[in-house]
């Protein structure tokens, strides 16, 4: 079965990112609420793969690979219901998706925003 691609943006969507940037290899933040349930069910539908700056940047792909085998397993054992590896990919390029989540985009409706929305824009977590 071919699924239809979601990309997930890995700071502020994955990880709380409350701790800003660090460095590519340097993950402080659990990850955001929510996100293992919402990946249990997306992954069944989709072919969810995992993007970010740090994807392409030395040790990034790899601590973001471990982050979530750490976070994963953190969730399992606070009696977190699911299976015990997900199937999510860390692709190196940005994906040809459907559709994706990232905390730090508008939605283009046809019409481009003022520029003052753009400048003045603070994702969730910041808000």
Do not use: H
Request: hydrophobic share 40%; glycine share 8%; aromatic share 12%.
């Amino acid at each position: 079965m071919n699924k239809k691609v979601l990309s997930l943006d890995f700071d502020g969507v994955c990880n709380l990112y409350t701790s800003g940037w660090q460095g590519a290899d340097v993950i402080s933040d659990d990850a955001v609420p929510g996100l293992f349930e919402f990946l249990e069910k997306a992954t069944a539908q989709f072919d969810v793969q995992i993007y970010s700056s740090r994807t392409n940047i030395d040790g990034g792909k790899e601590a973001m690979e471990n982050w979530f085998v750490q976070q994963r397993k953190k969730w399992l054992d606070a009696g977190g219901q699911g299976r015990e590896n997900l199937d999510i990919s860390f692709p190196t390029k940005k994906p040809a998706a459907f559709i994706g989540l990232d905390d730090r985009v508008l939605t283009f409706d046809g019409t481009f925003p003022d520029i003052e929305t753009m400048v003045n824009f603070r994702p969730w977590n910041k808000k």
